[in-house]
């Protein structure tokens, strides 16, 4: 059974950074890619970014470029978003989720386990 549980959502002020974790347990060899998701209040879900599980390849939203970096510990299954320069537009609910196929725009559907969400609020 898959489960991911994200963890340290947390408050900070606009400036600030924050390091939010993914733990991933049973996954199948054919969950390739992780990614991160978020979702505001009143406002659709939209990818942050993802990394391929093989190589690491990484690709991010243009809105978190520069700022935001995804890494994998693959000893403790745990997939990470370290977010720097935090803005009050990244105030949401972020989900991370594993796909078993590889797409070029990684839509929501795309991705068939999700973990519950953690909170990040950043005040200005």
């Known amino acids: 059974q898959v489960q991911l549980v994200e963890s340290g959502g947390g408050t900070v002020q606009a400036g600030g950074s924050l390091r939010i974790s993914c733990a991933a347990s049973?996954?199948?060899?054919?969950?390739?890619?992780m990614a991160w998701f978020r979702q505001a209040p009143g406002k659709e879900r939209e990818g942050v970014g993802y990394?391929?599980?093989?190589?690491?390849?990484?690709d991010y939203a243009d809105s978190v470029k520069g700022r935001f970096a995804i890494s994998q510990d693959n000893a403790r299954n745990t997939v990470y978003l370290r977010m720097n320069d935090l803005k009050p537009d990244d105030t949401a609910m972020y989900y991370c989720?594993?796909?078993?196929?590889?797409?070029?725009?990684?839509?929501?559907?795309?991705?068939?386990?999700w973990g519950q969400g953690t909170q990040v609020t950043v005040s200005s």
């Open positions: 989720a594993a796909a078993s196929i590889f797409s070029r725009d990684w839509p929501p559907a795309d991705f068939d386990f």
């Open positions: 049973g996954l199948h060899y054919r969950h390739v890619r």
């Open positions: 990394i391929d599980l093989v190589d690491g390849a990484t």
